[in-house]
């Protein structure tokens, strides 16, 4: 990696933009950077790391406070880094995040911080060569191409003294987190956390696994019913299983003997139940035949019953038909005296006639009323009109309405159709405006880009501008090398003629074919392919000056062109300008485009105006026709009216009077059917009264009467009937029994004891009953525990191997982090750092032998440390004055300083050969050589100018008076009340 332009900004103590040549610094290999303190020698260290990673180092980065307190408001802050790492070169732009005043109004804002890197040269294989603008993506892209992350990078290019004469005196855990940032043993820490997360898994597993066994052991306790022993084995259960089998061995003879004293109480108790059932019944048949002899009585008059209602039941049936003809009779009676009622309620009052005149009566009246259908038809005929008479009533006044609500309409609309024609008139203006706002806000918006890109080609001019004086530099240089070769060319050319000549052969100049004295070639003397290669040189020399004058002619032409379209005004005015414009062109956005719409709304106006016309008309046309017509209505209505009055008399209507006739015919023909039916069946009454006489005494009845009393229903009659067939069955089943075999010889008065019989069968049946249970219980124990046993073994066969397995494991992972048999106290993190600090601790002892004059080295110690603690970074200091190795705290003020130096410098080595990073082209040291004398400083300048070797840049940072007088390249930084300023040669 090497610097080559560091531009800085409103940054730290700089308010202005101050420029940094680090080309032109490191021509020479060493530069010195010095100045006052406190002007900003470090704050410049600080700006190449902010542009590489958008943090500085050490407290100063914990601050986040960048910009410069000095600077103008408008001034940004922003640092600019020009590098080439691994051969590409790139441009890195950054501003931190700052507050400045707002543009409008009082107050602050939060300028946001930026980044930007642009690839000057093309970028690695498969890049773009885009410019990064993402914050995020340029420090990725810087970290890859150097290799290392800030912390290194801090470390390793700027050489912070103190800090390493802070890590030379740490203790173990100091020292041991500054290499873990440089050396990125993360993965080591992961595996060491990989073993102790292991192991926590592992010993959960194994605590459940102990569980599980715990768990069978208090459920095998649980079962056997005792306590759990205090180390509890296959012993223990095996002896579980064996006091388990004699106890059901136990159970199983107790309930046999307990069933087989069931079992004989059974059978005694069957043979007392049995006798005890003859006894019942014996007794309970006796009981039976007395009862049925106290009901013999009640059984014949049952009989007695039944044989009068079936004599009985011809009469019934004469009776329940006189019945029928009374109830007939009845109701014609009924019927006409109804009849009569609404006879009379209809009007007529002469009830008295027989049938024929009834008859006579209605059929005058129907006659009367057919000569009243036609004036029927004539009311019916009225009551449409009169209906129609309202309709045309409703009809013209709503006309009427309809035409006031047309005609309000009318009255609106040429107002409307102007307000619809002035918004069309201004939508049409609007339109032929738009165009133009829209080709001015774009013109202007190209302004404004130019306005804010003018900083960026001013640079780019002066860049094109430097580019253009190189290149015609070193076209000169070749083209005065190319003149000074052909001259020392032309100077030897007789010694390169008389390397051609040939013996007996003739110069080519004089002719001569003898060669006495020919020219011998100088030691400066040129071939033709040195001027060749020249000449080749100078022409590519001459390209380049071509091509970068037409690069600066090219930046020129696009900033002169920017400056001329923008006529001196800046990017606030044109933001104001086109802020102006843009609400012009929002404005008239508003009316364009509604042309068509608008036009479209006015003929639809006219149109609803022709419409609302042609409606009003046609509702005109329709009022005068109702008009009309109702006029012709009213009139018939009146004609017919008055000869309806006339016909309907004292009647609401005629078809009222109509009703009334037909109703009274009808009511008089319901009258005569009604008194022929009261005749009729008054005639038949008194013939069923006759034969029911007859049948009762046939019936031997003394009368009809007694006949009737004696009816039973035929429910009843079954009923006796099945009572007198019941008392027969029991009669002969009771019989029947006291005649079976069995029963011979016990009589009813006998008494069996059939309840001690049962008390001794139920304690027997309980004593089987808990023998049984017992023997269950015993067995269900004995099952369990084998299913347990066998369970509590296969978890000890399964928690044996992971037992010595967990066992194995803590063991490493004790040993990989320094504890257990790790006798060294050493974790694998530290193993890794102190393998790494070795060889610091070789790469420093190099530089500090030789700064020291052969007296101090370096001596890495791997002791674990004292009461216990952890090792392996021990770093101690071999004095050869006097053979013993010492605490790096004994060295004075400036042995510290070479030691620190040297510490620096070899840890720089490493960590670069570690990360594979770029090569280290530029280097700084800051501050500490105050601390040495004039030899010892002449002996680190010595080994600071061994380090320019290959091209590498060496930059110290000091006030050291002695170091001016030692470095000619030097970069002044002075201060001031108004901000610090670089002075080149200062």
Known sequence: MRLHRLEVCAFGPYSGREVVDFDALGADGLFLLHGDTGAGKTTLLDAVAFALFGSVPGARGQVKRLRCDLADASTPTEVVLELTVQGHRLRIVRSPEYERPKRRGDGYTTQQAKASLLWLSPPPDGGTAEAVTRIDEVGRVVQRLLGMNAQQFFQVVLLPQGEFAKFLRAETTEREELLERLFGTERFAAVEQWFRDRRAKRRAELENRRAGVRDWVARLAQVAGEEIPETPDRDWVTSLQRRAATEVDTARQEESEAHEAWEKAQTLLQERRAAAERVRRVRAAHDRLTELT???????RWSAEVEAARRAATVAELAAEAETGIEHHDRALSEEEATARACHELGFTELDLDVSELRDRAGA?????????????????????????????????????????VQSKLDGL??????????????????????????????????????????????????ARAAENRAVEAFNEARKALLDLRERRLAGMAAELAGRLASDEPCPVCGSEQHPAPAVATDDAVGEEEERAAAER?????????????????????????????????????????????????????????????????QSAKEEEQSLVAERAAYERSLSESEAERSLVAERIEERE????????????????????????????????????????????????????????RAGFGSVDEAVSSVRPPERVAELEQLIADTDAEEAAARGVLAEPDLAGVS??????????EATAQEARKRSESAVAAVRSAEHTARELDTLAQRFGAALDELEPIEREFAELDALTDVVNGRGQNARRMSLRSYVLAARLEEVAVAATARLRSMSQGRYSFVHSDAAGSRGTRGGLGLDVL???????????????GESFLASLSLALGLADVVAAETGGALLDTLFVDEGFSTLDGETLDVVMGVLDELRAGGRVVGLVSHVEELRQRVPTRLRVCKSRTGSTLVMGG
């Open 879 to 893: 004095d050869d004055y006097s053979g013993m190795v010492r605490p790096a705290k004994t060295l004075s003020g």
């Open 748 to 757: 009813p008065t006998d008494e069996v004891d059939v309840a001690s019989a």
């Open 414 to 463: 040429p107002k409307r159709v102007s307000e619809l024609t002035r918004q069309r008139e201004l939508a049409v203006e609007a339109e032929a405006k738009l165009d133009g706002v829209r080709a001015r806000e774009a013109e202007l918006t190209a302004l404004l880009v130019d306005a804010e890109a003018l900083p960026e080609l001013d640079r780019e001019v002066e860049d």
């Open 294 to 300: 106290q009901r013999s009585k009640e059984r014949l």
């Open 538 to 602: 100078e022409a590519e020399a001459e390209r380049h000056r071509e091509a970068a004058t037409t690069k600066r002619y090219e930046a020129h032409r696009r900033r002169d062109a920017a400056a001329q379209r923008l006529g001196g005004r800046g990017a606030d005015e044109l933001s104001e300008e086109l802020a102006s414009v843009r609400g012009e062109r929002e404005r008239l956005g508003e009316h364009a485009g509604k042309s068509d719409a608008l036009a479209a709304a006015v």
């Open 365 to 405: 009246l129907r006659e009367e009323a057919g000569g009243l259908s036609g004036l029927v038809e004539q009311a019916q005929r009225q009551h449409a009109d009169r209906q129609r008479l309202t309709a045309l009533d409703e009809s013209i006044a709503d006309a009427r309405e309809r035409i006031a609500v």
């Open 642 to 697: 008055r000869a309806l009055v006339e016909a309907r008399g004292e009647f609401p209507d005629v078809a009222s009077k109509r009703d009334h006739l037909l109703a009274l015919g009808r009511a008089l023909d319901r009258l005569a059917d009604a008194r022929t039916a009261v005749v009729a069946t008054r005639q038949r009454r008194d013939e069923w009264h006759r034969s029911i006489s007859e049948a009762a005494q």
